[in-house]
């Protein structure tokens, strides 16, 4: 891709160059670990932290030999998040720290014999460059024209600086590319969220019910072990999925449902228990609102309607409801988390949210919990001005119900529009790789060209980093305080991070660069405290603790302030929402415009000779942030795509074999992809890991490696409900010649 203004820059030595890595443990030739390059450790240290490879946040011990080196990291057996164990990508966050493609020192785009290139800078240079850059924003603009998109742990302090700076536009990607529909969805429904981790009580269920959540490959690590536990217990397992998933081979049924069709599915379910009776009765009287309104609207959406449209038969449709009807309320219909597919995403969540209240599993052991959280105070500051601007002035009248900051909505903000009397003119990126984050890239790099500032805060020269002004090298999660972790759970628990090393190179901790960065914008008032120490030992004061015992205890519980873990038998509840009750009938949505209950909707399906691209996740990676893991890229270095039997051989194709792939659009992937030939995938769909195909160089064990799936992302439907990106009405391809091939970054 070729922008006017702002060209890709390739970060060349100066930001990443070669590392002296004396007596490092590992092979950097072929990534792997040397177990013989360093004996176990005589006598060790332990520094407690938690980890930063998902959003899970397990906790754990960094273990250091006698001469300080960096041994292992290990699950934190205090830890309900993994119970005392790391799924492999949290044992693999040292390679994160030892990977010499790291970013080390900041960068700060120049133009050079009528070239744009990259030159080194001192912190203060970095620092001075964009501070008078946002200076001018705020004076030309206002403050509100900067936005924020982070993920991580970083977010914490960098969107402190920015409220002190003058702007909202704070935005986690995971909402609107991920988990938002099905938040809102519950809110509607109970006035509650899912939240992270989920509150759902696995150990307990008797019936899980997974449709296109691929526990196992996500290794969301506490839901994986619990899962593990509820099979033991005898639980039945039913997984609805294209694919045959891992989950799928733990089930006692497997629906290969249709793509898009999921609606159908859970209104047919829906229409089977009530019509049956089998639904709680007690429960519904009680807790409900507008059953009868339900009850009419699904009578007509038999399982001999749905099978027409979903091809599960009938048969199969009442059984799987008489499975959730016999173990109801330990039951879960799970919500899932990545669940943006279709642009009615908020809609196939209520379905979903409706079917549990009739399990009468909201509330219930085996259902779902009411989580509970230690109350941190943040550290003294002074109020935030108020923004002139918000997101939402970007979408007029658009996204009602969204509960947090829409990142497409911000994107549409920064490309210039009559319309508006106000754009974005700034971005500051964290730890989120936007082109392969956001989907539609022909939109983000629009978007990214009419910036008058784009800061780029992160440990790998991701693709992003090469549309960047200014570069900050972040350090690893291994090498910095970071904020209490305070996830809700079963019980109120906390967790520490500290660091087990000091900053490799000239990279830093995000709470010193977002500290900095205010000092240089005159924010003094804000940072009040010498060092993140000090922050978090007040803090931790405020609720029984101090620095010091953290860093022994490393996890520390506490007890829940009521006995409120589960609903109490015929207890009287009142619910968050507008008429206190569980809203079958969501009065929020009616009141907003949208349809109150769930409603199937016809999806586009492919043209001969195209198949329903799906793509998901792998056990050995986040995403595209830990491809270039030197441990990680040893286990799984490339993705596959997943083609039916029958379909491979229409196209003559053999496993192991290169093609590419053209989506309906014409984009065609810059990289080959391997074929996998499997009867686990329908003949309609092929299938493919996110995260890979990565295009710059830098990276030097992702770089080519596999296909990239947000490149095939271009038509994207709109939630209108809440904003999020339905990314699956995409459609490829198989070409097995090299087409064209453009440039590599």
């Not at 206002?142 to 302090?157: C, K, V, Y």
């Not at 019509?275 to 009287?285: P, S």
């Amino acid at each position: 891709m070729k922008t006017n203004r702002r060209d890709f820059i390739r970060i060349s030595g100066a930001g990443i160059g070669t590392a002296t890595l004396g007596s490092s443990v590992f092979s950097w030739a072929n990534g792997s670990l040397l177990n013989e390059s360093i004996t176990p450790p005589t006598t060790y240290s332990r520094t407690p932290t938690y980890c930063e490879v998902c959003f899970w946040k397990c906790a754990g011990w960094l273990t250091k030999n006698e001469n300080g080196e960096i041994w292992k990291v290990e699950g934190h057996a205090d830890d309900p998040h993994c119970n005392g164990r790391l799924c492999p990508r949290g044992t693999a966050g040292v390679g994160m720290y030892h990977d010499e493609d790291r970013l080390k020192t900041p960068l700060i785009r120049v133009e050079k014999d009528g070239k744009q290139v990259f030159k080194q800078a001192t912190w203060p240079e970095a620092f001075q460059f964009i501070g008078d850059k946002m200076k001018a924003i705020a004076k030309d603009y206002g403050p509100d024209s900067m936005a924020l998109f982070t993920h991580g742990s970083g977010g914490t302090f960098l969107g402190h600086m920015m409220k002190a700076y003058g702007s909202s536009n704070i935005t986690a990607p995971s909402f609107a590319q991920c988990r938002g529909p099905r938040e809102v969805a519950f809110i509607s429904t109970f006035g509650e969220g899912i939240y992270s981790p989920e509150r759902t009580d696995i150990r307990d269920t008797r019936c899980l019910v997974l449709i296109g959540s691929h526990i196992g490959e996500n290794m969301h690590n506490g839901q994986v072990q619990e899962m593990s536990e509820a099979i033991d217990k005898g639980a039945t397992i039913i997984t609805v999925d294209p694919r045959f998933s891992t989950a799928a081979s733990k089930s006692k049924h497997w629906l290969p449902i249709k793509p898009s069709t999921d609606i159908a599915l859970l209104l047919s379910w829906t229409n089977v228990l009530i019509e049956e009776g089998w639904y709680d009765k007690q429960y519904v009287e009680k807790y409900t609102f507008g059953f009868d309104q339900l009850r009419d609207h699904v009578k007509a959406f038999t399982p001999e309607w749905a099978y027409g449209i979903t091809t599960i038969e009938p048969k199969v449709i009442r059984e799987t409801a008489r499975e959730m009807a016999n173990a109801s309320p330990a039951v879960i219909v799970h919500p899932g988390r990545h669940v943006t597919w279709y642009g009615d995403d908020t809609q196939r969540l209520r379905a979903v949210a409706i079917l549990n209240a009739l399990l009468g599993s909201w509330g219930r052991r085996g259902g779902f919990y009411s989580p509970d959280k230690v109350s941190i105070p943040n550290y003294p500051h002074p109020p935030y001005p108020t923004p002139k601007h918000t997101w939402r002035d970007a979408v007029p009248g658009k996204f009602n119900l969204a509960s947090e900051v829409v990142s497409n909505a911000l994107v549409e903000a920064t490309i210039p529009s009559d319309k508006r009397d106000w754009n974005i003119k700034g971005w500051i990126v964290n730890g989120t790789n936007l082109v392969h984050t956001l989907p539609n890239q022909e939109i983000t790099f629009k978007a990214i060209e009419a910036l008058e500032l784009l800061v780029v805060i992160d440990t790998m020269p991701m693709e992003i980093t090469g549309f960047a002004d200014v570069v900050l090298p972040e350090c690893t999660y291994l090498e910095r305080y970071d904020s209490i972790r305070n996830s809700p759970h079963r019980e109120p628990v906390i967790s520490l991070r500290m660091p087990a090393a000091k900053p490799k190179y000239n990279s830093k901790p995000d709470w010193w660069i977002a500290q900095q960065l205010g000092f240089e914008l005159g924010l003094d008032a804000y940072f009040q405290y010498q060092n993140i120490e000090e922050m978090l030992d007040w803090q931790l004061k405020q609720v029984g603790s101090s620095l010091e015992e953290m860093q022994k205890l490393g996890v520390k519980k506490y007890k829940r302030f009521y006995d409120d873990l589960y609903l109490v038998e015929g207890q009287d509840f009142t619910f968050n929402t507008n008429t206190g009750k569980i809203e079958l009938y969501a009065t929020d949505l009616a009141n907003a415009g949208y349809p109150p209950m769930p409603v199937y909707t016809e999806h586009e399906q492919p043209q001969p000779g195209y198949y329903r691209l799906n793509y998901g996740r792998a056990p050995a990676h986040t995403f595209s942030r830990t491809t270039n893991n030197p441990n990680l890229a040893d286990i799984m270095s490339e993705n596959e795509l997943w083609v039916n039997p029958k379909v491979a051989k229409l196209w003559a194709l053999k496993n192991g074999q290169y093609v590419w792939l053209k989506n309906q659009q014409g984009i065609v992937s810059s990289f080959p992809i391997k074929v996998r030939i499997t009867e686990r995938i329908r003949w309609d769909s092929v299938y493919m890991a996110h995260g890979f195909g990565h295009s710059n160089k830098k990276l030097s064990r992702a770089f080519g490696k596999g296909a990239s799936d947000t490149e095939l992302i271009s038509n994207v439907k709109l939630d209108p409900a809440m904003g999020g990106t339905g990314m699956r009405g995409n459609f490829v391809t198989i070409l097995t010649e090299k087409p064209e091939t453009v440039e590599a970054s």
